[in-house]
């Protein structure tokens, strides 16, 4: 594991940027998918599944990147609370990143629908067909969608406090690589 740098790497940042642009595409279409019943619901739906794949192949890279590269530190006068929200919300992100795309790959397999992801290629049933257990992993889905979207705005609302109130840089490290000063007014 490498010491700590004061920028996030650029493979990172563009992880960074291209998951959360697809995480709030996928929060999106997901509530069009569920509040549609016209012809646009097989265009989300279509387009829902292999997005929620592609999702879970970027947080499994993004996951050994985050081994290989370790984070630049927080400010030494961060409050320890904050520290903590930090890392607590870091963790939920990746395991909501994580488990959402399984759990919806569950569900369709429970459901015993087919997982297409274009033309004739299709993943494999990762679930047993099962109505019941169809009907919680749905509900599973649904429900940790919501909080998915509520850590997303947290983390939103914290790093805008890092980069507009505080200006201590923590925002500096992911939006723009070394080379760049951040303005301290």
């Known amino acids: 594991m490498s010491a700590p740098a004061e920028h996030y790497t650029a493979f990172t940042r563009l992880l960074h940027w291209l998951m959360a642009a697809m995480i709030l595409a996928m929060l999106f279409i997901g509530v069009g998918m569920v509040a549609s019943i016209s012809s646009a619901h097989e265009v989300l739906i279509a387009v829902h599944r292999p997005l929620g794949i592609a999702i879970l192949l970027l947080v499994l ?6 081994l290989a590269h370790r984070a630049p530190p927080l400010p030494s006068d961060l409050p320890l609370w904050q520290r903590l929200m930090a890392k607590a919300s ?3 992100l990746y395991a909501l990143m ?4 399984l759990i919806g790959w569950s569900m369709l397999s ?3 629908y087919p997982i297409v992801m274009f033309g004739a290629v299709h993943l494999p049933a990762i679930a047993p067909a099962s109505p019941a257990l169809y009907a919680f992993l ?5 429900y940790l969608a919501f909080v998915l979207f509520a850590v997303f705005l947290l983390h939103l609302a914290g790093a805008l406090f890092h980069g507009l109130i505080r200006r201590d840089g923590v925002l500096a490290s992911m939006v723009h690589g070394p080379g ?3 303005d301290k007014h």
Do not use: D
């Not at 890279?61 to 985050?66: Q, T």
């Not at 994580?98 to 795309?101: D, E, I, N, T, V």
């Open 138 to 142: 749905r509900q599973a889905h649904t």
């Open 110 to 112: 429970a459901g015993n």
């Open 90 to 92: 870091q963790v939920l």
């Open 180 to 182: 760049r000063k951040e």
């Open 61 to 66: 890279i993004r996951l050994a990147n985050r």
């Open 98 to 101: 994580l488990a959402m795309p």
